[in-house]
Nanobody, 127 residues
C-alpha cells in the first residue's frame, strides 16, 4: 500500500490549492474505507484537518479549516482531494493523507486511528 499525496506548493495569502491523494498500489483501497488529511509543522504534533468516509460520504473538519477547506472523493479515479481556499499563513505545513481500513463510528481525529500514510506534500502560504 502506497499513498501518494500531491498538489502542494507555494501560494499567496488568500489563495487556493487542491491536494490529491491516490493509492499507487491498489485501485480499490479507498472503497469502503476512511480517508483523512493531517498536517504537521516542525516541532508540533500531527493535526487532523479533514476526513471522509468513502461509503457514507460523511465528512469531518477541524474547526480551523471549516468553511475554507473541502474534502471530496472521486469514485472513478479512486482519488481523494482537499480543496483549500482562503489560505492563511497558519495553514503552512506538510500535509499528509491517511487511510483507516477498520470500521469505526465517526471519523477519528488522532493519527493513531489510521493504518496507512502518504509521504506528505508541503504547503507554504506567503504574505
Amino acid at each position: 500500500v502506497q499513498l501518494q499525496a500531491s498538489g502542494g506548493g507555494l501560494v499567496q495569502y488568500g489563495g487556493s490549492l487542491r491536494l490529491s491523494c491516490a493509492n499507487s498500489n491498489s485501485g480499490r483501497l479507498f472503497s469502503g474505507y476512511l480517508v483523512a488529511w493531517f498536517r504537521q509543522t516542525p516541532g508540533m504534533e500531527r493535526e487532523f484537518v479533514a476526513g471522509i468516509k468513502w461509503s457514507e460520504i460523511t465528512t469531518s473538519y477541524a474547526d480551523s479549516v471549516k468553511g475554507r477547506f473541502t474534502i471530496s472523493r472521486d469514485n472513478a479515479k479512486n482519488m481523494v482531494y482537499l480543496q483549500m481556499n482562503s489560505l492563511k499563513l497558519e495553514d503552512s505545513a506538510v500535509y499528509y493523507c491517511a487511510v483507516r481500513t477498520k470500521a469505526i463510528i465517526g471519523i477519528p481525529t488522532g493519527p493513531v486511528g489510521y493504518d496507512y500514510w502518504g509521504q506528505g506534500t508541503q504547503v507554504t502560504v506567503s504574505s
